[in-house]
């Protein structure tokens, strides 16, 4: 889905004023240079994925679903579908079943989510925080985001705690937006 955006000359100048936005640069020009921190990447993709609204006012999983740019079969189409109802936040990650699901806790409203999950199982542990993106696929959760870090003092400078208090508390519809600025204070 995001590489069709990401190559297709029509979407040149959305994929432009979604780095201007995301990377906070109005200046930037298309070909320029662009500093990017160590995390930049996966949550820029991230955001412009689920977040960025386009022109016509969809984000890039309704808009796939209804275009259809591929042709897609009805049935494999309806995974874009699943993933327009989707939410961005921070999670506990209370328990592990290695190469199957964890069991997280959304920080922001204390809500229990079991997700189907195969290779954040392998590296996670209880305790650890992760911001990440959940959808309904079918009958159960999964983590639709990409491989974000976990949020612990080894890819943080300062007190993971303060932010993280910070971040739960806010009203504010969490996105990767949030997480690249905490990644880069």
Known sequence: MMDYYYTHPRFKEEVLIAMKDFFDRPDLKPGAKLEMGKFDGVLFN????????????????????????????RHTLKI????????????????????????????????EYRVMEYKATLTARPGFVLANRLAMIGDHYEMIGCDT??????????????????LTKSKDKLTPKDTRKIFNR
Request: charged share 30%.
């Open 46 to 73: 991230e955001w412009f994925s689920y977040d960025f609204i386009f022109k016509d006012g969809k984000a890039m999983p309704e808009k796939y679903y209804y275009d259809n740019p591929r042709k897609l079969p």
């Open 80 to 111: 874009y579908e699943y993933l327009q109802d989707n939410f961005y936040s921070l999670f506990k990650i209370l328990e592990v079943n290695m190469g199957y699901n964890m069991l997280l806790k959304n920080l922001r409203d204390d809500k």
């Open 149 to 166: 870090p976990y949020l612990d003092d080894s890819n943080f400078n300062g007190d993971i705690e303060i932010v993280i208090r910070r």
